[in-house]
Structures are given as structure tokens and as C-alpha cells.
């Protein structure tokens, strides 16, 4: 049973509060007013779930990073166990009398498992070094180097009305790629939205959209469950 004081409410323990200009993060389980953007107040659709995940950490049901996945799977948000660690201490912490601190046994399997992953850590470096020192071959230098991905760019007639032209470099070779997946990323303003959008008008119609986009085709064909 949880030892919390009942005679404090949740409004005492999540009191509203406001805030000194519009920008800026909200608290763990708040949200804005309708009224007035300044005005935080509690959100009473998540809070019970953070109530029920504090009263399993209080009788030891369950950890933090287990109650951190527990919110997560039920709450329109994503944060982290130090977040759900801070929230605890705003939150419950002042109006309960459980101490929630490791136990002597949890402490010392905790101090056990710094010093495993010190020793490991150490253990590799030294490993490292030793084959540096005999001129062993590492397992990444032994991993044979891939071939350049030959792309069959095929020039577009000069008669074709080309809607879009993709950049030389990156957006070209994602275009042209062979692969069903490929990673695409950088810096703003790299159009990776179009290039998320171009590729099923590939399979929609294959035989033009070399002709859309002014780009090669992939090769190989291309099922249309990839759009699944």
C-alpha cells in the first residue's frame, strides 16, 4: 500500500503554474490552456498512469526504465526513466515517507556491474593493443571492402519535359539505388521529403518515371507490395 499522504489531492501535488513567455518545454504530464497560452495546467488523461507507475515503484513492482516503457506504451509521449525520476521527485516524492533508494544488496550488484564493465572496457583496449603491437589483423580489416555500386545512367532525351531533377550526388544515387532500403539524411534543406515521396510513382508507373524525374532506373523489377 502506498504510504502517501491522502489528504493531500492530485491538485496540491500537480498544481497548475505559469509560464514566463510562450516558448519553452512543458512539464512531464502537462499541457496548455485553451484560455491562455501562459496558463500550464495538469493533464489529467496521463497523470493517473504516472500515479499507478509511483505506486508500483513505492512497493518495488517494478523499476524505472519498466515503469518508463509503461508510460511510454500508454501515454501520447515518449520520455525517458531520468524523466520519470524527476517527475517522481516533484511530484510524490515531498508528500510520501517511502525511500526509494537501492538497498544494500542493490548497491552492491550495482558497484559489481561498474567494475564488470570497467574490467571489460579495459580488458578490449588492452586486446587492441597487443594485436597492434604483434601486427594481427583485426576482424574489420579482415572483413572484405564493398565495390562501388555501378549505376546504369542512362542519359534522358532532350524531347522529354522533366518535372523534377534531382542534384547531383546523394539525391541521384538515392534515386538510382538498387537496394529496397536505403538511409537517407543531412543537413536542412536537402529535399528529403520529395525523395521520401518520388519512389512510389516508381511503382505506379515504371516505364515513365525515368521520364518524370529525369533520373536513371533502378534496376531489377520492383513488386508492387512494396508499397505495403
Not at 490552456?33 to 518495488?60: A, K
Not at 513492482?61 to 506504451?73: F, L, P, Q, V, Y
Not at 515518449?78 to 525511500?99: C, E, G, Q, W
Not at 593493443?129 to 601486427?135: D, F, H, P, R, V
Request: hydrophobic residues 35%; contains cysteine; positive net charge.
Amino acid at each position: 500500500m502506498t504510504k502517501v499522504n491522502k489528504t493531500k489531492n492530485l491538485l496540491e501535488r500537480w498544481p497548475e503554474y505559469r509560464k514566463p513567455r510562450k516558448l519553452g518545454k512543458l512539464r512531464t504530464a502537462y499541457k496548455k490552456s485553451d484560455d491562455d497560452p501562459l496558463l500550464i495546467q495538469p493533464d489529467f488523461d496521463n497523470i493517473p498512469y504516472f500515479e499507478e507507475v509511483f505506486d508500483l515503484l513505492e512497493t518495488r513492482a517494478c523499476s524505472w526504465r519498466e515503469g518508463t516503457a509503461w508510460i511510454n506504451n500508454r501515454c501520447v509521449m515518449s520520455i525517458s526513466h531520468m524523466t520519470l525520476k524527476a517527475t517522481y521527485n516533484r511530484h510524490r516524492k515531498p508528500f510520501s515517507s517511502v525511500d526509494l533508494r537501492a538497498t544494500p544488496a542493490q548497491a552492491k550488484n550495482l558497484k559489481k556491474a561498474q567494475k564488470v564493465s570497467v574490467a571489460k572496457h579495459n580488458f578490449k583496449k588492452a586486446q587492441r593493443e597487443y594485436e597492434e603491437l604483434k601486427g594481427i589483423k583485426t576482424k574489420a580489416e579482415n572483413t572484405p571492402k564493398r565495390e562501388a555500386v555501378d549505376y546504369d545512367f542512362t542519359k534522358v532525351p532532350a524531347n522529354v519535359d522533366i518535372i523534377f531533377e534531382p542534384n547531383p550526388g546523394p539525391q541521384t544515387a538515392f534515386l538510382a539505388s538498387s537496394e529496397r532500403q536505403v538511409l537517407y539524411g543531412g543537413a536542412a534543406g536537402g529535399e528529403t521529403k520529395v525523395l521520401v515521396f518520388l519512389p512510389p510513382f516508381r511503382v505506379i508507373c515504371q516505364n515513365k518515371f525515368r521520364e518524370l524525374t529525369g533520373t536513371p532506373s533502378r534496376r531489377g523489377k520492383i513488386s508492387s507490395q512494396a508499397l505495403v
